[in-house]
């Protein structure tokens, strides 16, 4: 089975600082690489995914995340953080099938005025 | 479209009662998903449905929970002889299951064992 590790259960960034939340996965076959946000007492919504092609990929509210096959990361960066950030973000990882997602601890960003 | 619908959305119950929660996919999603989040924790798979193939059951963490989903559509996860350890948000979501497909979730229900 795949594992996904979220380094930093907690983060905190000033308004207007660079974002970076880290996300590792383990697998030897390049899977299918998701980030969702969730704000309180909501679902998960889909930020962005990476599927096949372009290793950087760009998602909603100024996201993006950069595949790196060499170092099984996927981590999610935004240039300038925004009070409306502040939320619980998960990495996930699928299989080819897209049968089984298997999802990271989350990391809680809090955006300091 | 009608995202995923959970009901209830709050659901306070004493230990040892049972709980219905349910769910609404989007229509035509074959692929559907309960998971469990606990409170400062991830989120824990419980079950999977894939169209009419048998389910995979593999994360129910006890004989006490179980799922159906009828007509390929609407699904309910019950919980029988609740304990306090059940208390969490129980999430639902679905897929087209094409792949690549991401999940679609619901809100949520928030389960208080008293």
């Known amino acids: 089975a795949q594992s996904v590790t979220q380094l930093g259960s907690h983060v905190s960034v000033s308004e207007g600082a660079l974002v970076l939340l880290r996300c590792n996965y383990s697998?030897?076959?390049?899977?299918?690489l998701f980030w969702y946000v969730q704000y309180p007492n909501q679902g998960l919504q889909l930020l962005l995914k990476?599927?096949?092609?372009?290793?950087l990929v760009k998602g909603i509210n100024g996201f993006e995340a950069e595949f790196k096959k060499s170092e099984t990361s996927f981590h999610l960066t935004k240039p300038s953080a925004h009070m409306s950030d502040a939320a619980e973000y998960f990495c996930a990882v699928s299989d080819w099938t897209g049968n089984q997602f298997y999802f990271g601890t989350g990391t809680s960003l809090t955006v300091i005025p | 479209g009608a995202g995923v619908s959970q009901s209830p959305s709050n659901k306070v119950t004493e230990k040892g009662k049972d709980v219905e929660l349910r769910c609404d996919p989007i229509s035509g999603h074959t692929a559907l998903y309960w998971y469990r989040q606990s409170l400062g924790q991830g989120l824990e798979f419980l079950i999977y449905f894939q169209g009419n193939s048998a389910p995979d059951k593999s994360g129910l963490p006890s004989d006490r929970f179980s799922a159906e989903r009828t007509g390929g559509s609407v699904s309910t996860l019950t919980i029988q002889r609740t304990q306090q350890e059940d208390s969490a948000v129980y999430l639902c979501a679905s897929s087209p299951r094409q792949g690549d497909s991401p999940l679609h979730f619901g809100n949520g229900t928030r389960l208080t064992v008293t």
């Open positions: 697998s030897s076959v390049p899977p299918y």
């Open positions: 990476y599927t096949t092609g372009a290793t």
